[in-house]
């Protein structure tokens, strides 16, 4: 093989090794803010099952114009994992966690720390997240405000 054939070969490597890294890099960027998104509707499928039980009567089940007794268990949310009497709940996405609200609260806010950036395995003891933080909303009998510290 002569030297430009070689030279040639080696320069075919390199640039095949440069896109494989871009390639590489683009994937992860993608498959995080597809998970940041995947969280963000979690939160939104919440925030409207906890309209509706704070819409419905007592008597139904629901919490009769107030948060009281709101909980994971009390309302549609798709949790693999349900701690912490009903104020943390784990699924593929993330981890959601709440206090829970009183009868006078107006609103509540739910925080969320999503898988991609939590440092290890998600459970429901996460505590903390990498990168920008958990993302966060207010919601109330009117609707959801977005926390921003994104």
Do not use: C, H
Request: charged residues 10%; without cysteine.
């Amino acid at each position: 093989m002569g030297q430009q054939q070689l030279l040639l070969v080696i320069l075919v490597t390199i640039i095949v090794g440069i896109a494989t890294v871009v390639a590489i890099n683009t994937f992860g960027s993608a498959a995080d803010s597809a998970n940041l998104d995947a969280v963000r509707q979690d939160i939104a499928t919440f925030a409207s099952s906890a309209q509706g039980y704070f819409m419905k009567p007592e008597m139904l089940g629901g919490g009769g114009g107030d948060w009281e007794g709101i909980t994971f268990n009390t309302v549609a949310f798709p949790a693999d994992e349900i701690a912490n009497g009903g104020l943390t709940a784990v699924n593929a996405n993330g981890v959601y966690t709440f206090s829970a609200p009183g009868a006078t609260d107006t609103t509540f806010q739910i925080t969320a720390y999503p898988a991609s950036r939590i440092d290890g395995p998600v459970t429901s003891s996460v505590s903390s997240a990498t990168g920008n933080g958990p993302l966060q909303a207010d919601i109330g009998p009117g609707g959801i405000t977005w926390v921003e510290n994104d």
